[in-house]
């Protein structure tokens, strides 16, 4: 089993809508959550980190964490062009390690 | 600050032959790490370093990969001999101790013919 799975994509939206990607993970004792996002042949880039339970939002973004069911979300409000890229949720190990744990990734496209 | 600098950016290289990679860290970051992104197993984590010290490795494929870090401002990773399904993009990456935001660097677009 993968320590961290998304769903490929692609993941298709129109400008101006809501884009909602989902992650889960297998160690229940995880604590840092984190989004990337990748555009086409670049470097990963840090958009959100969450920590706790809830909701966390940040402009356009908000991140949603559920840890007894595993599961952590990224919402995109306003969905623009620019947005089109792949999202990559990284998960680090127990309280200690400090090594990051990536899902494959879900290609998003915004359409004008 | 530059950021994490790597080189080169692409290496294209013939089965068998000795390939280094190359990374700087941000100054002042505790950690660095070496990923391999490729389509089918998007980023692995291979090996990361604190503090110049190698602390986890296990994530290295075989012993024809190896890792340095002789000092805080510069780390490679070596492959010897380099086959095709060694092709990739290898990631270095640091971050400072309590801090969890990994900055990246460009990437080394690694092709095995």
């Known amino acids: 089993q993968k320590e961290v799975e998304q769903n490929s994509g692609p993941l298709s939206v129109p400008e101006g809508a809501i884009a909602s990607l989902n992650c889960t993970y297998s160690?229940?004792?995880?604590?840092?959550f984190f989004w990337y996002r990748q555009y086409s042949g670049k470097s990963p880039e840090l958009i959100m980190s969450?920590?706790?339970?809830g909701d966390k939002e940040d402009g356009r973004f908000t991140a949603q964490l559920n840890k007894a069911s595993q599961y952590v979300s990224l919402l995109i409000r306003d969905s623009q062009p620019s947005d089109s890229a792949t999202y990559l949720c990284?998960?680090?190990?127990?309280?200690?390690?400090?090594?990051?744990?990536f899902g494959t990734g879900t290609r998003l496209t915004v359409i004008p | 600050d530059a950021g994490v600098i790597q080189s080169p950016r692409h290496e294209v290289t013939e089965m068998g032959q000795e390939v280094t990679l190359r990374c700087k860290p941000i100054s002042g970051h505790d950690y660095l790490f070496w990923y391999r992104q490729t389509m089918m197993r998007g980023l692995e984590l291979l090996i990361y370093?604190?503090?110049?010290?190698?602390?986890?490795d296990s994530g290295m494929p075989e012993d024809r990969f190896s890792a340095k870090m002789p000092n805080a401002s510069f780390s490679t990773l070596k492959i010897q001999p380099s086959e095709p399904r060694d092709s990739a993009v290898y990631f270095c990456?640091?971050?400072?101790?309590?801090?969890?935001?990994?900055?990246f660097g460009s990437g080394t677009r690694l092709t095995v013919v």
């Open positions: 160690d229940r004792g995880s604590q840092s």
């Open positions: 370093f604190n503090n110049n010290v190698p602390i986890d």
């Open positions: 990456a640091s971050v400072r101790a309590g801090n969890y935001g990994y900055t």
């Open positions: 969450i920590y706790s339970n």
């Open positions: 990284a998960v680090m190990g127990r309280t200690g390690a400090n090594n990051l744990f």
